[in-house]
């Protein structure tokens, strides 16, 4: 079992930046990658961006050149900076962390992109 605690949403005007943590606890011997998705109302969830186990990291098309995904393996986070932000980057954002057959998912912190 994998826990996730994710922290660090608001409000943010646009263009402003906003940086996102993922904590994770547990048994992380069978993840593969970790990740963010998001959700905004009406609409499906979207990958967002995911690190590997050996820090190669991809991006929605949506979101690159603005946010970078890291992660401190020392601590069990990840981390999603998220500059440039538009009122379209408005959302519910989870962290993921995905095994071979099983997701887990974190609670959910809501970002909202507005002037």
């Known amino acids: 079992q994998v826990q996730l605690v994710e922290s660090g949403g608001g409000l943010v005007q646009p263009g402003g930046s906003v940086r996102l943590s993922c904590a994770a606890s547990?048994?992380?011997?069978?993840?593969?990658?970790m990740g963010w998705y998001r959700q905004a109302p009406e609409k499906q969830r979207e990958l967002v961006a995911r690190?590997?186990?050996?820090?190669?990291?991809m991006y929605a098309d949506s979101v690159k050149g603005r946010f970078t995904i890291s992660r401190d393996n020392a601590k069990n986070t990840i981390y999603l900076q998220m500059n440039n932000l538009k009122p379209e980057d408005t959302a519910v954002y989870y962290c993921?962390?995905?095994?071979?057959?099983?997701?887990?998912w974190g609670q959910g912190t809501q970002v909202t992109v507005t002037s």
């Open positions: 993921n962390a995905k095994e071979t057959i099983v997701d887990y």
């Open positions: 547990g048994s992380m011997f069978g993840v593969n990658f």
């Open positions: 690190i590997s186990v050996g820090g190669s990291p």
